[in-house]
């Protein structure tokens, strides 16, 4: 068990170490560089020369790649080439805003979410099945941009309830983001919502037509407990990895919905960072969501190693 | 008989039950046809029939229970008077479990994963039974102990998926057993269950049913089983009850041609004779015109048989039969048609097996670097058998005796830890599978025990053939299809199931289909791992036939794996019996199966039930299957019932040499 957990770490820290080179060299393989995007039209002779000594720029690539990997493992991200200002900065705030977002949608949604595709489940083809799924499927199949468009025009354009917009900006104190997050977090709760409950649902049906749910039900345990000792526990392990992807997605930071809602997260100042072509900071924000997917798909594994004994324990049987 | 009149008197009443489900064309699809049938307090009887004649739906019927789909067209079904199917939810969670509980098929899959084994059966204790708390787990550890698991302390603290499936089917058995039933429905409770530990079992189920006057109802397609345990036998075929009356009545000279066909296609210990296989199918459901069910496999049907469907009456025996020519029916003959005569097979050696020891444990690169690798227990230890070519080797023993684990060594799946396998003319044979050249491969085929899980759900037929044609012989374009309609033919399928997938075919079509993808290879060895475990006798036995027609046709040597000891005699030149992975005895398969033999091959010979009501098993107390081999002595000392002292605790026993190259290991003299 112990060996597994750290044979899985191991593998995590070399699947960052592979991205950290993708991602390194995809920048480089970019025409031009940090000074030539800075300087734009100035970017010749004297000037470009300095500015590439004053970066470090003329030394060679795999120099460069152990000085940002070097860097970046000890919490540095370099300095951005817009401003000059340490990136660590930057994104913490960045970061910080895109949490406070995903974690709202999340503390909304996968309870949310467990609890309708469970209900879904249990009453399967009755009413309340067909309105939660035909619901999902809406929630899932509408592009985010246009649900969100749609929440503005009916919360804030008409009935004036919450603003439709993000006007704070990513470095003032969190309670000052309210009620502004709101519609945003609502958009995100209801894509991962339906994305959630749909696997839910499945999973419990398919749990419900078990040999050993009909063993429960010929046993005389009540229908209840059935659906809470029986069904429910293995039913939700495999949802474990559905949800952590979707917590990936949303730490990933959300980009079309920071960006209709001019909301300042991860995801929004990568948009910026590429359209400043601002190269240190793609650089760093790539490295950052990459981490996160890293470290919640390993969490999720834990997790249901935790949680299902067939994982947790050695196979005993054989032939 | 009214049914006021059938509640008072009858402990479990089935009457006039119909059970189906709506097919495409919106019409009910019946799956039970009219049954009715009572069963009274201490009374045990046995459901029998194919797989898909509706037995198992019955059984769950008479706990009020319906699979998704099905439903009630007309009947009832009751229980101590009470009319299950109209039951609230509330009253059958007393009942089932309670005073009525089932053990399931599958026992594997009917216990949730995610629960540990004392759990779930403290559950049953919690509801059904009036224990304080406190008492529920030594309740469980005596339960567990009651089904003859080794260690049921530590059993109640695992995991379902922890146990072998043998284990497994005795948790079902303890659960079931937990609500101190008055009634108990088993459905197939003992299919997967070694020899010795299925006649203990049936000996704890009987003793219950006569102390406690518990009702059995007892669901099998294995009539020694059924023979063992119940005073009443009921037939069924395509839903319906074909043949109903006592034990004897049914075993002894069944009155319905189908019966007889069942009974004739079960090998037997005493019976040397090729078992008889039935030919032919069962209807599917709706599949069934006006006539007789089964006038299609019928040897002494008439065309009276398709015309009119024949009434339940009293047949010659005494028995309930369904058959329009019940006077007639003994012309179908009882015994095996072909004998299965000693063969006179060539010196020359096909496989050589020189002290083989195999090992599960794999050593890390610490006990590499140190050494170390060499101290693992062996699972399986010191084999030495040479295989003469055309041979039919019999491996026989109880779960872990480690049959399968030398089939996948031999395979090249399971490297030996030490030891060696030579072919024919003396080479070595590699020790991996990726190590072996395309024609050492070609020369070992093997067949699986689930044809549902080795043939791929995806390729057709022609497919799953054409790849070893292809590997091996390079055919191609006509010559591959020919040679594809051929080997089906060969298993006695035609050519026109090579379009077909394997999802399109019956269990023992799919088995035929695996055979002849062995075959294709023209193997000179075929290795066979409990093959016809999954199938219906009737099917078992076509399978066998099949089998000794292909060696006489191919001159091909089989290592044949199974726990069916009357199985494995049909086929076997030569039988080897392991214990824990160590042969107990290896010879010439009349003489093991004779009077002289090993103390372990006679308690395996002594549980094995024949379909007989007054044959009773000789059984030896100490019989708990064991874990892992002991440290030292004889692999059998800890359940020898003829140990004869110190000397098999310590000493490996010797060898000792009789005629025809029978030899047993064993430290007695006064063989």
Redesign the interface.
Known sequence: MLAMLLRRLGLGAITVWLVSIIIFVGVEMLPGDTCTAFLEREAQGKLLENCREDLGLNRSALVRYADWAGSAVRGDLGVSANGQKQISELVGYRLRNTLLLASGAMLVGIPLALFLGVVAALWRDKLVDIVVSTTAIFAMTIPEFVSATLLILVFSVWLGWVPGIVLTSADAPLIEFFPEVLLPIAVLTLVMTAHILRTVRSSVIETL????A??????????WQIVF??IL??AL?PTINVVALTIAWLLGGVVVIETVFNYPGLGRMMIDSISDRDLPVTQAIALIIASVYVVVNLAADILTML????LR?V????? | MTSAETTERDFLAINDLSIGFRGRAGTMVPVLRNISLTVQKGESIGLVGESGSGKSTLA?AM?G?L??GLKVIEGSASFDGIEMFTQA?KS???????RL??I?Q?SG???????RIGAQIA??LR??SSLPETAHSARVTELLSQVRLPDPSTISER?P?????GQQQRV?IA?ALA?EPEALLLDEPTTGLDVTTQAHILELLRDLARETGMAMVYVSHDLGAIARVCDRVIVMYAGEVVLEGSAKQVLRDPGHPYARGLLASIPQLKDTHLPRALDGRPPAPGQVGNGCAFVDRCVIATENCSAARPELTQGPSGAKTRCHHAERVNEIPLIGHREVSQRNLPETISLNLDDLAIS?ARPNLFEKLTGRENQATA?VDAITIALRKGETLGLVGES?SGK??IL?SLAGLLPPLHGSVDVADGTPLPARVEDRSASQLRQIQMIFQNPDESLNPRQTIAQILAQPLKLYFGLSGEALNERSAQLLEQVRLGAHYLDRLPSQLSGGEKQRVAVARAFAAEPDLVLC?EITSALDVSVQAAVLELLDDLRRENDTSYVFVSHDLAVVRVLSDRVAVLYQGRLCEIGPTKDVYGETSHPYTEVLLGAVLEPDPDFSPTLSANDAVELSPPKAGCPFQRRCPKRIGDVCDTVIPPRRDFADGHTIWCHREDF
């Open positions: 037509a078990s040999d050993y009909q063993m429960a039900t010929l046993k005389g345990v009540p229908y000792r029986h526990p293995n392990l949680a299902n004994p067939r324990t196979h005993m049987r054989k032939g | 769950l706990m229970y699979k998704t939810r059958l969670e007393t009942i089932r479990g309670g509980a089932l399931p599958n899959q009917s216990l949730t994963p995610t629960l559950e049953a509801l059904h995991y998926h922890e146990l072998s499936g079902a659960m609500g599960y699972t872990g399968s684990t996948k791992d």
